[in-house]
């Protein structure tokens, strides 16, 4: 598949490189030739310096020839416009990132459609929905819902005082395995586990499971569901504004922001919540907020280390439920080893988000980012696939990988060692970052 990404800002790189590692033809556009020249040789991609808005230069990257026209500057009429050009030059599909959540309505929409928008990518409603799902099942550090909620990815983060801890997979204390352990996430790296694999204190667990069983894996790991009523926000960020504009009707909302005139423009817009002046990095200044009063603290300032630091504060106080935006991507690791809740990250949001616009153009495989270092892949299987050749325990399946459940007929199943693949199943794949398309023979 041919795509094309239109700048070569944090989002567009961070993209170019994770489509780089499925071998796709990627080539990334943009007018500033010191952001391209940051891509290494290490990446499987091209790099071509011209401005996104030129039919020279769309004409000369071959978009006529494209499957997917990506337009991720940070300036949506930009974006826009260069779908626009890309569309009418001959791509198939174009996507643009949009920072205004009046081009999401139905009526607008159609009208972008028309000109040659078929897409669009607004980083901060995703982080939104991210808040609010990490909300409302806050036992959790991360949720992830694959074929439409048949089937889920849960992650959690186990202490000294759980069942789990210091046994192998093969021997943990339960009647019933209603669910697969798909990754653990220790220290700095994510280990596809084996039978043989232990869980260790203070690991991140992540499990594969189906709606029905969500309670047994909840209480097998010691959590309790929390009703949350009360978020305090630090920082006036566009994720702020576009969560409290969504969910203020849910959840009684007050947000610290330390400059002034930001505060006033919020209090415009958001009249059903509370904005105070201040600096949320102030010890005291959340002590005069009642921190400890509250059921949620997310902290989404434009900077990470404020966040992250934040939050552990929060969690001092006593906070049950916390969330950080963590932006820079080399912070998300050592984030993660942190107890401070839930991390979002809206580089990894948009990246999971067009992977899934990638399906509509490749029925055979859907991808949804659950790490930072990982991802889920559903693939489908082909007639005659190795894959199919023997039960799953007699395959010799590569490291890196696990099988954690297959959708057959509309119907979703564990996968286990005595399981067999069939063609036409849809295979839940758990694997590193950049190992996909070595599995795929596999499955072809």
Not at 103 to 124: H, S
Not at 292 to 312: H, K, P, V
Not at 349 to 377: G, R
Request: proline share 3%.
């Amino acid at each position: 598949m041919k795509i094309v990404i239109a700048g070569a800002g944090e989002v567009g790189t961070h993209l170019a490189k994770l489509l780089s590692n499925e071998e796709q033809d990627i080539i990334l556009l943009d007018s500033d030739q010191s952001r391209l020249d940051v891509i290494n040789d290490n990446y499987n991609l091209m790099t071509w310096n011209g401005s996104t808005s030129s039919f020279e230069t769309l004409r000369d990257v071959g978009v006529a020839s494209s499957d997917l026209y990506i337009a991720v500057t940070p300036f949506e009429t930009r974006n826009i416009t260069s779908c626009a050009i890309a569309k009418r030059l001959g791509a198939k599909k174009t996507m643009a990132r949009i920072d205004n959540h009046e081009f999401l309505k139905d009526k607008n929409g159609r009208i972008l459609k028309d000109i040659g928008v078929d897409n669009l990518i607004y980083p901060e409603d995703l982080a939104a929905d991210e808040i609010a799902r990490s909300l409302a099942h806050n036992w959790a550090s991360y949720w992830g819902e694959l074929h439409d909620g048949k089937l889920l990815l849960i992650g959690v983060r186990l202490h000294n005082d759980n069942a789990l801890i210091n046994h192998k997979l093969r021997d943990l204390p339960v009647k019933t395995h209603d669910f697969h352990v798909a990754a653990i996430k220790r220290n700095n790296s994510t280990i596809i586990p084996g039978g043989n694999d232990e869980i260790l204190y203070d690991d991140t667990v992540y499990f594969i499971t189906t709606p029905p069983f969500v309670q047994e894996v909840m209480e097998l790991c010691g959590k309790k569901k929390r009703v949350i009523r009360k978020a305090l926000i630090v920082g006036g960020s566009r994720i702020t504004v576009r969560f409290a504009t969504r969910f203020h009707d849910k959840y009684h909302i007050k947000i610290i922001d330390n400059d002034r005139e930001h505060c006033e423009e919020m209090a415009t817009m958001l009249p059903d919540c509370e904005i105070v002046l201040g600096d949320g990095r102030d010890v005291e200044v959340l002590k005069e907020n009642d921190v400890d009063q509250y059921d949620a603290f997310l902290s989404l300032t434009d900077s990470s280390e404020t966040n992250i630091l934040t939050c552990m504060s929060a969690k001092e106080f006593g906070v049950p439920k916390t969330v950080a935006d963590v932006e820079n991507l080399q912070f998300v690791s050592q984030a993660e080893n942190l107890n401070i809740g839930t991390i979002i990250n809206k580089k990894i949001l948009a990246s999971s988000h067009i992977f899934q616009i990638l399906l509509d153009a490749d029925a055979s495989t859907a991808k949804c980012l659950a790490l930072a270092d990982a991802e889920v892949a559903e693939m489908l299987v082909r007639p005659g696939a190795k894959i199919t050749k023997a039960l799953v325990k007699d395959l010799r399946l590569p490291p890196g990988m696990t099988l954690a459940a297959m959708v057959r007929d509309n119907q979703v199943t564990l996968v286990g060692g005595n399981t067999k693949i069939e063609p036409g199943d849809f295979v839940v794949v758990f694997c590193l970052n950049g190992t996909i398309s070595k599995l795929e023979k596999w499955f072809h």
